[in-house]
């Protein structure tokens, strides 16, 4: 049986975009920006190092992951807004 509390939240639940080539571009440069603020931080080396960038592994990784986070903010927030 479906509760009536999640089949009320169902109808307000805001429209999200399709993936298109401008959502890709968005998360990407929010990533890029990620990994770029990434080598600031007090201790970028702590574990396996990267072959390419000054940052180690695990720093790479979480900050593609929070990259992402920022990304998927901020193509909701445009399309709350009516500009994506």
Do not use: C, D, Q, Y
């Not at 999200?16 to 201790?43: D, Y």
């Amino acid at each position: 049986m479906i509760s009536f509390i999640l089949l009320a939240a169902a109808e307000t639940v805001p429209a999200t975009p399709a993936w298109n080539p401008t959502v890709g571009i968005i998360i990407s440069i929010s990533s890029l920006v990620m990994v770029l603020l990434s080598t600031r931080i007090e201790k970028p080396l702590v574990g396996p190092k990267f072959p390419i960038l000054p940052i180690s592994i695990p720093t790479f990784v979480a900050a593609m992951a929070f990259g992402h986070i920022i990304g998927v903010g901020i193509v909701l927030g445009l399309t709350n807004i009516g500009r994506l």
